[in-house]
């Protein structure tokens, strides 16, 4: 079954007076459980296309499914809800909630599906223990390392179990020897929780921890290879 | 405490001199208004007390007419019948029985035409300050006849002291010429120069025999226990002066009735104060306005962010409002508190503003006036910031609702 | 150079800008403006007392301020006439009165009236009454029992025009004259009370009634120039034999009026300071933001080399525009809202017998006062100006290490 099905997705931006293609007609189908990287050099529409996945932003024209969602025809707060329970993110600058612990930050996204504070509290305590943040519950953002601060983010991406999750260059902002460690864990939750990951990435040795590499380059799916992963 | 209680809490003190100095804004504000406020109503309090006290009580029971023509055969011909009707009405603190007649007033020297009051001198001390305002000699007693009571600045004009003789003539209610010779017993000063040099008092018996008024009054002058029930004490007066004599020919007149220019000067004092005030509290709201923007463009980021993960726009505004909430409460508190305690101390020792005093006289204040805390004034000033601040945070609140996500995310 | 950076810095986040400037407008505009209406208030108080038989300044027999009777009456004008022909400048106007208390009273009501001789002619240029008859018609030198009236008088005493009134006062001889007159106008007033308070005949008839011969009991002025008053008055007083006259100005005059101007005054200030603290809080926030806005930016300027005065003087500049725009609008826009009001004024005759009793009139026409401008626009300026300060030292305290390591 497919998790993701996406048919001629195009979307193009202003950018001043220039009208830029950041998509040029994507057709592209991910099945559950997969662990995808979209790789292409920046400005290739990776990032375009993550978005337009998790509902953030949306095609001019195709058509996009999720969990068996059409997105195209929903409205702002359906598409939050729809967020809310299906996709999980992780961003390149971590983006978390620099008030908020990091237990509060894996707490935030069960609080707002409306879990029980006993069941959210015992859910993020384990994941941030799966994650490998057993001491730091109680630390705000600003007070974890950025490697800490990213499995901060995965551990929220992952906790409510979505059918997706989708990582914009999770690694980039951190130095080699933790991206690879970030990326190790990514992939244990994935074979551990089933949860289906696609992120983007112009790093060869995130690439090599794909299972799938689908290459993006001008907005277009230049190729697509099935690996059998790091 | 509700997460969203605790982010927006927590958001406040990111930047706790911003926050700090908004919150300062609004108590400012707050402070003001509670001050102003307890000073106008208490000093409106003053001048009513005292216009009532010295002029004409709370509620007059005058023949209808009367109190435009003040003409002398306008009489109330029954004044003890309402006196029945004002002692069966519990509101009721006092009353008295005035009778009024322009006349010509000489002294040996000197010749002014004032108007001539008889009153009883008993119960005219239950209702005005009269008794209180003697300066020199003393007050009328009770079987005094050819006594009278002169006010401080027409005793001056008349070139009068205590014990000296004024001859008064005027015209009596069948038309005949009223005529007697009166000593002056008491010199009063109520600082209100109009009321000073206008008048003269003396025993209503003698007034009556005087004027031919036949056991007639022209003003039956009540006191209510306090102000809030003139209105009570008037409806059920108005009720029963219907039974006695003619038909609506007694008239039951309230003192904002007797006296419009007062109520209408207070309502002009209010008016013009909430014009003030409300320019102020708008002054106020732009000056903080800023602080609410910011929090939005400072964490349009981080609203990208939470939009991401499955927040509600609702949710944002939710979120801002009550971190504005919370500083708009905080100042309005702060300000309640520091602006009580200001009054408070003002309402012990009293404000002077120098070289006011003789201007205040004449409004019927004291030199020294004192605000008066209430509920009242300590509440409706910092409700109606409170009001305006929600309003300021309405719009960020409102903006936030239009973020997209990754356009957000992607803001600097 | 720094001028310009100031003037693009305040437009890198416009919204911020407007929102300040907007309080700033606000302010400026509300003190300026309600200032203007304090004036105007004020103003019509004082043109009202002193149109109301006072004039600029006046001449009394000495002794008649606190005991207006018919003894205290100059008996030759003449004199107090040449020392006025001699001191006052062009343009001046004088009138002389009798102005005694009476009793005036017909076949139902009796009062108690200011009864004033006039010489028609002259007191029409300097008092209300020349053009206050709005029935019947103004005296003439040769009315010999004509009498003027207030409409509130006439209406009190159930009378009309062409009707009889009766008028009893004091004479020399302390007695009692009297004598009757006939109304042949009735005057409107600002305030009923004046209605009710003056009756007005020929100074003439007045003298002859009283016994007076040429005997006067005041001397009414107007000068073309208010301000000159003081100086003209001690020029008078100077040259008349202070044992037998007093000269005293409006201000001494109307002693409560001057009150209220000072009340007024020492409001207007205390809310010009009110409005700056509710404005000053948005300016240092405003200044703060943007300042920790761009610490890296000042990091920079630092570790460029460029001295902390620098950045201060930056940091003000910014204040400075951004207080020079909003007080310029503000400006423009209470002469603006002043102007448009000035032709019909605002009408309050809504509330006309609380007007009276505060003293005030129906009509206000708000006047703006050179020097009122002037301290509003100062007190925002250099204040505003202080209170950056505070923003301005901050910015220039961010070490370069601190300023760049700031997220």
């Not at chain 1, 598409?79 to 961003?91: E, T, V």
């Not at chain 2, 000073?39 to 216009?51: K, L, P, V």
């Not at chain 3, 029409?124 to 003439?140: M, P």
């Not at chain 3, 509130?152 to 009893?168: C, H, P, Q, S």
């Amino acid at each position: 079954m497919n998790i993701v099905e996406c048919t001629d997705v195009k979307k193009t931006y202003q950018q001043g007076k220039i009208v830029v293609t950041a998509l040029g007609g994507v057709s592209l189908s991910i099945q559950k459980g997969g662990f995808v990287a979209l790789a292409g050099p920046s400005g290739s529409g990776k990032t375009t296309l993550l978005n337009i996945i998790g509902g953030l932003d949306s095609a001019d024209s195709g058509r996009v499914t999720v969990n068996g969602s059409t997105l195209d025809t929903m409205n702002q707060s359906e598409l939050a809800s729809l967020r809310l329970h299906n996709i999980g993110f992780i961003f390149q600058a971590y983006n978390l909630i620099p008030v908020l612990s990091a237990l509060e930050n894996v707490e935030f996204v069960m609080l707002l599906q409306g879990v029980p504070l006993a069941e959210r509290r015992e859910r993020a305590k384990n994941i941030l223990d799966d994650v490998g943040l057993e001491d730091t519950y109680d630390r705000r953002p600003a007070e974890l390392s950025g490697g800490q601060q990213q499995r901060v983010a995965v551990a929220r991406a992952i906790v409510s179990d979505p059918a997706i999750v989708l990582a914009d260059e999770p690694t980039a902002n951190l130095d080699s020897k933790t991206g690879e460690g970030l990326l190790e864990m990514m992939k244990q939750m994935n074979e551990k929780k089933k949860v289906t990951f696609i992120f983007s990435t112009h790093d060869k040795m995130v690439m090599d921890y794909a299972r799938r590499l689908v290459l993006i380059k001008d907005g277009l799916v230049a190729g697509d290879e099935i690996r059998d992963g790091g | 405490m509700s997460i969203d209680v605790k982010m927006a809490w927590r958001n406040l003190w990111r930047n706790p001199r911003r926050s700090i100095l908004t919150i300062l804004a609004i108590s400012f504000a707050s402070l003001l208004l509670v001050f102003m406020l307890s000073w106008q109503f208490g000093s409106y309090e003053t001048m009513i007390d005292s216009a009532v006290k010295i002029h004409t009580g709370h509620l007059q029971v005058q023949a209808k007419g009367y109190n435009d023509k003040k003409g002398i055969r306008m009489v109330v011909s029954d004044p003890a019948a309402v006196g029945n009707i004002l002692n069966n009405t519990p509101e009721v603190a006092a009353y008295t029985y005035r009778a009024n007649a322009f006349s010509l007033v000489s002294s040996k020297e000197r010749t002014y035409g004032v108007v001539v009051v008889g009153i009883d001198p008993v119960r005219e001390a239950g209702v005005s300050t009269l008794k209180k305002l003697i300066r020199q000699g003393s007050y009328l007693s009770e079987g005094d006849t050819d006594q009278a009571l002169v006010g401080a600045l027409l005793a001056r004009n008349l070139k009068v002291g205590l014990g000296d003789e004024l001859v008064v003539l005027g015209q009596g209610r069948d038309g005949s010429v009223a005529a007697t010779v009166v000593k002056v017993k008491g010199i009063y000063r109520s600082g209100q120069d109009d009321f000073d040099r206008s008048s003269i008092q003396i025993p209503l018996k003698n007034f009556q025999d005087i004027y031919s008024m036949r056991g007639a009054v022209h003003e039956v002058v009540a006191l209510g226990k306090s102000l809030e029930y003139v209105s009570e004490i008037k409806m059920a007066v108005a009720a029963g002066v219907e039974d006695i004599g003619n038909k609506g020919h007694l008239v039951v007149l309230d003192w904002m009735e007797l006296m419009p220019g007062l109520i209408e000067a207070i309502q002009m004092d209010l008016y013009s104060g909430f014009i003030f005030y409300l320019i102020l509290i708008v002054v106020v709201a732009f000056s903080i306005l800023n602080t609410f923007l910011m929090a939005i463009f400072e964490r349009t980021r981080e609203f990208g962010v939470l939009l991401a993960i499955g927040t509600t726009p609702g949710r944002l505004s939710k979120l801002l409002l009550i971190e504005s909430t919370i500083m708009a409460i905080a100042g309005i508190v702060f300000g309640i508190i520091l602006g009580s305690l200001l009054t408070w101390y003002f309402q012990v020792h009293g404000i002077v503003i120098s070289g006011t005093s003789e201007l205040m006289r004449q409004f019927g204040l004291p030199e020294r006036i004192y605000p008066q805390l209430s509920i009242l004034s300590a509440s409706i000033g910092p409700a109606a910031v409170l009001f305006i601040t929600f309003l300021t945070a309405l719009y960020p609140a409102l903006k936030v609702r239009r973020f997209r996500p990754v356009e957000a995310m992607t803001a600097i | 150079m720094h001028l310009q950076l100031a003037w693009r810095n305040i437009w890198r986040n416009p919204k911020r800008t407007a929102v300040i400037m907007t309080a700033i407008i606000i302010g400026v505009w509300s003190m300026i403006f309600l200032g203007a209406l304090m004036r105007g208030i004020s103003e019509g108080m004082v043109r009202n007392g002193i149109s109301t038989l006072t004039g600029h300044i006046q001449v009394h027999h000495r002794g008649y301020r606190n005991d207006p009777v018919i003894e205290n009456s100059m008996t030759d004008p003449e004199v107090v006439e040449t020392a006025l022909r001699e001191t006052l400048p062009d343009g001046a106007q004088w009138t002389s009165r009798v102005r005694v208390n009476a009793v005036a009273s017909n076949a139902r009501h009796t009062a108690g009236v200011t009864f004033v001789g006039i010489d028609p002619a002259h007191e029409a240029g300097i008092s209300f009454i020349g053009k206050a008859v709005t029935e019947g018609r103004y005296l003439r030198d040769d009315d010999k029992n004509g009498i003027v009236v207030g409409r509130a008088l006439v209406d009190k005493f159930e009378t009309g025009l062409g009707r009889k009134i009766i008028m009893m006062s004091q004479d020399t001889d302390r007695e009692v004259a009297s004598r009757a007159f006939r109304i042949v106008g009735i005057f409107k007033a600002e305030m009923q009370a004046t209605e009710k308070q003056f009756v007005f005949v020929t100074k003439e008839a007045a003298q002859h009634m009283l016994k007076l011969k040429n005997g006067i009991s005041e001397m009414s002025v107007i000068l073309p120039d208010q301000k000159e008053v003081r100086h003209a008055a001690d020029n008078v007083s100077a040259a008349l034999p202070s044992a037998d006259y007093e000269v005293q100005t409006w201000r001494e005059l109307l002693p409560l009026i001057t009150a209220i101007l000072n009340i007024y005054d020492g409001f207007m200030y205390i809310w010009f300071v009110v409005v700056f603290i509710a404005m000053g809080f948005g300016i240092v926030n405003t200044t703060l933001m943007a300042v920790f806005e761009r610490i890296r930016e000042f990091g920079l300027f630092k570790s460029l080399g460029m001295k902390p005065m620098w950045i201060i003087r930056e940091v003000l500049a910014e204040s400075f525009f951004i207080l020079l725009i909003g007080t310029t609008i503000g400006n423009i826009l209470s002469f603006l809202s002043v102007f448009a009001l000035s032709g019909n004024g605002i009408d309050l005759s809504a509330l006309a017998s609380g007007l009276e009793y505060a003293g005030m009139s129906r009509i206000i026409y708000p006047a703006i006062y050179s020097h009122d401008v002037i301290i509003a626009n100062l007190v925002v300026f250099i204040l505003g100006l202080l209170v950056s300060v505070y923003p301005a030292v901050k910015a220039a305290r961010f070490t370069p290490v601190e300023a760049l390591t700031h997220a």
